[in-house]
């Protein structure tokens, strides 16, 4: 894991993914009318506990992993600092870094981790080797740097921009070797995801008002691919290594996928009949069968459906998954089915292109995280900053059981080396360690 914004993860309704500030959004959804019962599943036995509770600072809003120090990096933006947890042995710190620091991105290449200060115009670089502020390479006036990323052709991270005084299209390249930063201009109102293709080698953002796609190369050059509408979310199907841009079109905002060869054209458009949103919300990748799955919601019928679109870049069905919109598709290894997470307290089971089961819960889960260890999917539900969330373990055979754990949690993270799933509470200011 290179790094992520937790609320990206938990909220890529987001394809603008993403983004949490403080708190989980708490938008509006609505059981799916497919499968399940009208009642909760029964809890199963408890399988896992709460290990060890770590305190961590305020706002926390991005997580990375260093495999190579074991240390997990946790950013705090109302502390302006990031707490850093050993995964041997569990001690934590901190390290200061600038005002309101947004997110974490470990960089493999050199070992460091970067830091993207929204209030200061810069980033802060730790070591891996030291845990230690290394550089804090300006950005320049006005500049309000939010989503990093690593470009694995060059080694070097890219950084945007979130501030309207100097442009919605802006980013930087931030050079590995010497920390040099390159400005770079894209479209207007680039969304903060970026998706890479390991064909192209590049790295792909939605230019949300342009209508277009920036392709950017690990120099930092960039290629503009016109795709029309209002693009929102970028995926790379690891299936044939075609790039997706992923919105809607003008009005009545049918939502479409323009398919993007790794030579940057766009070879083909699928409009989604069935959506007719503003915002659709991206699914998930199937790799036993190599579909890929987004949801689409209909602003007019305030229903959603589930489009599997093949490797062959076809639409092979579309399932209705009832009233309301989801969130996430997480594929589980263990059974080959895909889990559908929704804010209206339910999580969809699909299998291929079948709902196999609804599971009813008491609290609204956005985000899984599959536990190779006790072969379960972990999820936190939504609660608010005063009351508990309970933490859900569904196994392959889909029993249910659950656990409380602190305010405003996000089962954010599986850690393969001490083998616990890491829990963020962002409203109880920990990390619970659950295994």
Known sequence: MTGMSIGRLALMIIAA??????????????????GGTGTPSAPAPLAASVHVTIPIGTKADGLAYDPKNFDVYIANQGSNNVSVISSVTHAH????????????????????????????TNLSIISGSTNKVVANPSLGANAHPVGSFFDPASG??????????????VGWMIINATNAVKKLTFGLGTIDYAGYNPKSKDLYLPNFLA???????????VTTIK?????????????????????????????????????????KNLTLHSVNSLFPNPFGYDPSTKNSYFDGFNGTTNKSSLVVISSTNTVSATISLGVGEFSYAVYDPANRDMYLTSIVKSIVVVSGTTITKTLKLS??????????TLKDMVGAGEANATTASILYLITSANAVSSLKVGKLAIAAFYDPKDTYVYVVNIGSKNVELVG
């Open 227 to 267: 795709v029309g509408g209002y693009p929102n979310f970028v995926y790379v199907n690891p299936a044939n290594n075609d790039t997706y841009a992923y919105g809607t079109d003008g009005p009545p905002y049918l939502a479409r996928i323009s398919v993007i060869s790794s030579s940057n054209q766009v070879v």
């Open 93 to 120: 710190f901190s390290i200061a870094v600038g005002k309101a620091p947004y997110g974490v991105t470990f960089d493999p290449d050199n070992g460091k981790l970067y830091v993207a200060n929204y209030n200061s």
């Open 156 to 169: 070097n991270v890219l950084v945007l921009n979130s501030s309207s005084d100097l442009g919605l299209g």
């Open 363 to 372: 609290q609204s889960v956005s985000l899984l995280v599959y536990d190779p």
């Open 17 to 34: 993914c993403l983004l949490l500030g403080a708190v989980p959004s708490a938008a509006a959804h609505s059981l799916p009318a497919a």
């Open 211 to 221: 209508g277009t796609i920036s392709a950017i190369t690990g120099s930092g050059a």
